[in-house]
């Protein structure tokens, strides 16, 4: 099975109290593709300005990442976010966003992108989500990620989007931003409304029942209808920069279910219906892959940018994984 992002291909500026970086390599969807290339065949859709070099295609090109859809402009920029952290890496202050040759892009996706089953719309402006999930109409499983300034500026339009997904990925202050709920359960609560009221539902009679709620430093939670489920963060000594951690957690989370789904590992079970591929994916799977989205989120902090990324190996995730699994478990109880 194989996986087409739409998101941000980006040069970031980045400082944190451990140091900076003036331009590197960065943006949603190359974060979720170096992560979901562990796992499967990823196809990456998206602009990049003629000042984007030929080495930073490599990184991609080098885990086998389709880039046969990432268009370069001519005469455009391309997009560009320079972020700064202070001691609490949990938050960042965005010191500018420059969208380059992302206004106004129409993306025109080939054939091999078009016949993805998995869809992950990271974030980028949710008009462009749509369009792109409107060339995949028939794609398995659908899922999304956005941020504050979306919802701020271009709220309805990232609720339609949310809406044609079976998952939604986002960061906990924003799901509660999203919805205007104090909680965590009661915000995914609300989306999952969205997607089951006759009133709501969209004309494919989808709409998402796997939500996912990152919370930095402190993990991760998963709410659908019937369950909910929590990770802690792996316990790090060194972090270095978060950027890129919540894209890399759900290239982990996304590329682990899609590989369990081309192996016919969803797994009996609903984790709680709704219809469409997530009906298919049993809690235990979605449980897994939220380990092994934790586990690439654990790496990507480790260094600046995509740099601990690049040169990860599955031995080290397979590893991290079992580490994580001891460290969560405990008996006696019932
Ligand atoms: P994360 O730390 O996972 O939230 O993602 C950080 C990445 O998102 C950076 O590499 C940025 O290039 C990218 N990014 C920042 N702001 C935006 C935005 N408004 N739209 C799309 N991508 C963004």
Request: proline share 3%.
């Amino acid at each position: 099975m194989s996986i087409t992002v739409v998101g941000s291909i980006a040069y970031d500026a980045v400082k944190t109290p451990f140091g900076e970086r003036e331009r590197m390599l960065g943006g949603a969807a190359v974060h979720f593709a170096l992560a979901a290339a562990f796992f499967d065949d990823v196809r990456v859709v998206g602009p990049v300005g003629d000042d984007f070099g030929e080495s930073e295609l490599a990184v991609l090109r080098d885990r086998g990442i389709d880039i046969g859809d990432v268009e370069r402009i001519a005469g455009g920029k391309t997009f560009f976010w320079r972020g700064k952290y202070g001691w609490d890496l949990n938050s960042r202050e965005t010191l500018d966003t420059q969208l380059g040759v992302f206004e106004g892009f129409q993306p025109k996706l080939s054939p091999r992108s078009r016949a993805s089953d998995v869809l992950f719309l990271a974030n980028i402006q949710p008009d462009l989500q749509r369009d792109v999930r409107a060339q995949l109409p028939d794609a398995r499983f659908v899922a999304l990620d956005s941020m504050n300034l979306w919802i701020e500026i271009a709220r309805d339009s990232l609720v339609d989007a949310i809406e044609q997904c079976d998952c939604l990925i986002l960061n906990d202050a924003e799901l509660r931003q999203l919805t205007d709920k104090p909680n965590l359960v009661s915000a995914a609560r609300e989306v999952l409304s969205w997607g089951d009221g006759a009133s709501r539902r969209t004309a494919r009679g989808r709409g998402p029942s796997v939500i996912v709620a990152k919370q930095g430093e402190y993990g991760a939670a998963l709410v659908t209808r019937e369950r909910f489920f929590a990770l802690p963060a792996y316990p790090l000594e060194t972090v270095i920069d978060p950027t890129g951690a919540g894209d890399t957690f759900a290239g982990g989370f996304i590329g682990y279910i899609a590989a369990s789904l081309a192996s016919g590992g969803g797994g009996a079970g609903a984790s709680g219906g709704g219809g469409g591929a997530s009906g298919e994916l049993s809690d235990e799977l979605l449980r897994r892959a939220m380990a092994h989205a934790t586990v690439l989120a654990s790496f990507n902090v480790e260094r600046f940018g995509t740099e601990r990324v690049e040169c990860l190996t599955r031995e080290e995730i397979d590893a991290r994984a079992a580490e994580l699994h001891a460290i969560t478990q405990f008996s006696g109880v019932g």
